[in-house]
C-alpha cells in the first residue's frame, strides 16, 4: 500500500474536517503531523507516549515485530561482531563510523579525558559509605557542571563535543570510584594505556598494593554490553535527557537527570531482578515450582528476564548477549557454578515449554547480561551504573542532535486536564 500524504480528521458536531500532513519514516511507523491541531483547540491524548514520536532523529531504530535494532543504519549484531565501544561511540555521536585515523585520534580523546579534577574526590566524602552507586553517579555526575564551566554554552557545537567526550570518559572513572567507595577501598586512578572497558575493570577491581592485569575476555565481554546498551530511541531516560536539555540546562545536569531515570526499576533495574530471582531459586531441583508459579494467573511472580514489551518475537540484543554469556561461562570454566546451572536449565525448560513458546517469551537482554556481570565479580549494584556508562553515549548523542536542530525549541507538554473547575477561596474558620 503507499502511504498516505494526509489524513483527514473529521469531527461529529458539524465542524468542518481537518487535513493533517503524514510525514513519511525512512524506516519504521509514518507520522501524522499534528502540530496544528493546538491552534484549533485540540491536542492529542497519549499517556506513556505509545503513539508519539516526540522527535527527529535519525540515530537508532527499533523494529520490535522484525526483531531489528540499528544504530545510524548498522544492525546492531554486526556492531557487536565486528567494532567495539569507542567506534561505536563515535558512529553514534558523528553519525558515520570513524576512517582509521579518526578512530585512532578519538580513542586518543577519549583516554586523555578519564581523569577527574582533584576536587571531586572531596564531593565524594559527602556521601555515607553504604550509598548505591546510582545514587553516587547520579550526584557527582550533575556536579561535573561546577568543575567544567568551560564546555557549557549548549549552542556553540565545540563546546558540545568537549562536553560528551568529558562525560564518556570521566562516568567511567565516577562509577568505578563509587564502587570503590562504596567497598571502603582506596580510588585507583585510570590507566589511560589501556582500552575503555579494561579500563573500567582495572578501576574496579584492582588495589595499589598489588599488580592487577584485565582478563580480556573479561574486557571484551563488557565492551559487548556496552555496545548493545549504547542507544535504543526515545525510550524514558532518553526522553528525559532531552527534555531537560531542551530548556538550555548544561549537559552534565541533563545526563545526571537520565541516570536518574535509568535508575528506576522499569527501566535499568531489570538484570538486578534476574540475579535476585536466581538466588531465590537457589537450587535447580526448585525451578518447576517456580515455573508453576510464573504460568499461574492469580499470582504474580513472573520469571524476571523473560518477555519484552518491544520485541515480541526476538531481541537482536539478547542474541548477541546469550552467545557471549555462553562463552564467557565456557572459558572461566563457571558452568558448573549453582547459579549458572540454574540459569542455564531455565533458558532450557523455557524454550520447551508450551507457556512460553506460545506467548513468544524469550530470554530478554537483561537475562543474560545479569548472568555476565555475575561471572566477571560485578556486584548487582553495579549493574545499573554500567549501564549507565554504556546509554551515557546514546544520550549525549540524542542531546547533541536536538540542540543542533535549526528549529530547536523547549520541550512543552501539554495535559487533559481533569482537576477542578474554577472556584472560590473559603477562609479556614469557614470551610466544612
Ligand atoms: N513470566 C511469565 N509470564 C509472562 C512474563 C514473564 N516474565 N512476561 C509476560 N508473561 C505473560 C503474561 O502473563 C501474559 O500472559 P496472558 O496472555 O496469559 O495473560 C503474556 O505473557 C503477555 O504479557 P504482557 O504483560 O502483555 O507483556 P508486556 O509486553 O506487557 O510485558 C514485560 C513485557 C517485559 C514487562 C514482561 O514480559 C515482564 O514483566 N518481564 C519480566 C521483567 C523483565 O525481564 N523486564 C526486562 C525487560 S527488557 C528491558 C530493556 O529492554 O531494557
Redesign the pocket.
Known amino acids: 500500500m503507499t502511504v498516505p500524504t494526509k489524513v483527514t480528521l473529521t469531527f461529529d458536531n458539524g465542524q468542518p474536517p481537518i487535513e493533517l500532513p503524514v510525514l513519511a519514516g525512512n524506516l519504521g511507523p509514518n507520522v501524522i503531523d499534528i502540530r496544528d491541531l493546538s491552534k484549533l483547540g485540540f491536542l492529542t491524548y497519549d499517556p506513556g507516549f505509545m503513539s508519539t514520536a516526540s522527535c527527529n532523529s535519525s540515530i537508532s531504530f527499533i523494529d520490535g515485530e522484525a526483531g531489528l535494532l540499528y544504530y545510524r543504519g548498522y544492525p546492531i549484531e554486526q556492531l557487536a561482531q565486528h567494532s567495539d565501544f569507542i567506534e561505536v561511540s563515535y558512529l553514534l555521536i558523528h553519525g558515520e563510523l570513524p576512517t582509521s585515523e579518526e578512530k585512532v585520534a578519538f580513542d586518543k580523546t577519549m583516554r586523555r579525558h578519564t581523569m577527574l579534577h582533584d576536587q571531586i574526590n572531596t564531593v565524594f566524602r559527602g556521601f555515607r559509605r553504604d550509598a548505591h552507586p546510582m545514587a553516587v553517579l547520579v550526584g557527582v555526575t550533575g556536579a561535573l557542571s561546577a568543575f567544567y564551566h568551560d564546555s557549557i554554552d549548549v549552542f556553540d557545537a565545540r563546546n558540545r563535543e568537549i562536553s560528551a567526550y568529558r562525560l564518556i570518559a570521566k562516568v567511567s572513572t565516577i562509577a568505578a570510584m563509587s564502587y570503590k567507595y562504596n567497598m571502603g577501598e582506596p580510588f585507583v586512578y585510570p590507566q589511560n594505556r589501556l582500552g575503555y572497558a579494561e579500563n573500567f575493570l582495572y578501576m574496579m577491581f584492582s588495589m595499589p598494593s598489588e599488580p592487577y592485569v584485565v582478563n580480556p575476555v573479561a574486557a571484551r565481554a563488557l565492551d559487548k554490553i556496552l555496545v548493545l546498551h549504547a542507544d535504543h530511541e526515545q525510550n524514558a531516560s532518553t526522553s528525559t535527557v532531552r527534555l531537560a536539555g531542551s530548556s538550555g540546562a548544561n549537559p552534565f545536569a541533563c545526563i545526571a537527570a537520565g541516570m536518574a531515570s535509568l535508575w528506576g526499576p522499569l ?1 535499568g533495574g ?1 538484570n538486578e ?1 534476574v540475579l535476585k530471582m536466581l538466588e531465590d531459586i537457589g537450587d535447580v531441583s526448585r525451578i518447576p515450582e517456580y515455573i508453576n508459579r ?2 499461574d ?1 492469580s499470582n504474580s511472580f ?8 518491544i520485541y515480541k518475537n526476538m531481541d537482536p540484543r539478547a542474541a548477541v548477549m546469550r552467545q557471549t554469556c555462553h562463552e564467557l561461562l565456557n572459558e572461566l570454566q563457571l558452568t558448573e557454578d549453582p547459579l549458572f546451572k540454574i540459569a542455564l536449565e531455565l533458558e532450557r525448560i523455557a524454550a520447551q515449554d508450551e507457556y512460553f513458546i506460545s ?1 513468544k ?1 524469550y530470554p ?4 543474560y547480561s545479569g548472568i555476565v556481570f555475575r561471572a566477571l565479580g560485578i556486584p548487582p549494584s553495579m549493574f545499573t551504573a554500567i549501564f549507565a556508562l554504556a546509554r551515557t553515549v546514546g544520550w549525549v548523542a540524542q542531546w547533541n542532535e536536538m540542540l543542533a536542530e535549526n528549529n530547536h525549541r523547549i520541550g512543552r507538554p501539554r495535559q487533559h486536564y481533569n482537576g477542578a473547575a474554577r472556584r472560590d477561596y473559603v477562609p479556614v474558620a469557614e470551610r466544612v
Open positions: 527501566h531489570a531482578a510464573a504460568k494467573k513472573r520469571l524476571m528476564g523473560f518477555g519484552h514489551r506467548r517469551l530478554n537482554v537483561d537475562f
